[in-house]
């Protein structure tokens, strides 16, 4: 079940990190510095609500099942951070073959 829940966090961290990339190649850094704090502060306002009893999970696991939806969350902040200021930049998906010029 964890594997369920945490495995989209591998392409979006991945898309993270090429987006990352593309803005050091672009001489900026201080987004791409900031963008893995998205995933901290998702993991611990989780654990913080979750241990304070704000946030009660019937089910034993139902806390581990939390924290690992939260972490995929988590990876998908930082994708989103990233994505407008990649998207300023003239970069983005688009779907087709890749043509070069």
């Not at 901290?40 to 913080?48: D, E």
């Not at 806390?63 to 995929?72: N, R």
């Not at 988590?74 to 998906?93: D, K, S």
Request: charged residues 10%.
């Amino acid at each position: 079940m964890m594997t369920r829940i945490l495995f989209p966090h591998l392409l979006f961290v991945t898309l993270a990190a090429v987006a990352q990339g593309v803005l050091n190649v672009r001489k900026q850094f201080f987004l791409p510095a900031l963008a893995p704090c998205m995933f901290s502060v998702s993991i611990l306002m989780y654990l913080t609500l979750a241990f304070a009893g704000w946030m009660p999970l019937p089910e034993p696991n139902g806390q581990l099942y939390g924290l690992a939806a939260v972490a995929m969350l988590g990876g998908l902040f930082t994708l989103a951070f990233l994505a407008r200021p990649v998207a300023r930049e003239g970069m983005g998906y688009r779907p087709g073959p890749a043509v070069s010029p």
